[in-house]
């Protein structure tokens, strides 16, 4: 079991950066891929970022990728999300999300089945 707690969202202008925490709890964090997601209004929820369980592979959504930056410190049961250059489409409630699978690939698990536990959400809101 895993618990899951994002912070860090906000208002930010276009442009600005910001980095999203999140606070894992659980035996199995350190074996376990973890992802971000993002949903704004009026849409599903989609896949942002992926991080293997060591944190040597990282994957990202086209839409993404050179702006954002996914990480995870062992040490303090944390997984981070490195947003650069945001863009008012960026706007969206970003989601945690672990996978159970201990050691399992993060390779294309980009679908929202693929992942067992949840955090709460944090907003984060880019204005032009």
């Known amino acids: 079991q895993v618990q899951l707690v994002e912070s860090g969202g906000g208002l930010v202008q276009a442009g600005d950066s910001l980095r999203l925490s999140c606070a894992a709890s659980?035996?199995?964090?350190?074996?376990?891929?973890m992802g971000w997601f993002r949903q704004a209004p009026g849409k599903e929820r989609e896949f942002v970022a992926a991080i293997s369980w060591s944190g040597g592979s990282t994957y990202y959504a086209d839409s993404v990728k050179g702006r954002f930056t996914i990480s995870r410190d062992h040490t303090k049961n944390s997984v981070y999300l490195q947003m650069n250059s945001l863009q008012p489409e960026d706007t969206a409630v970003y989601y945690c999300?672990?996978?159970?699978?201990?050691?399992?690939?993060?390779?294309?698990?980009?679908?929202?089945?693929?992942?067992?536990?949840w955090g709460q959400g944090t907003q984060v809101t880019v204005s032009s």
């Open positions: 659980g035996r199995t964090f350190s074996s376990s891929g």
């Open positions: 999300a672990a996978d159970r699978r201990p050691f399992g690939s993060m390779a294309g698990r980009v679908r929202v089945f693929e992942y067992d536990y």
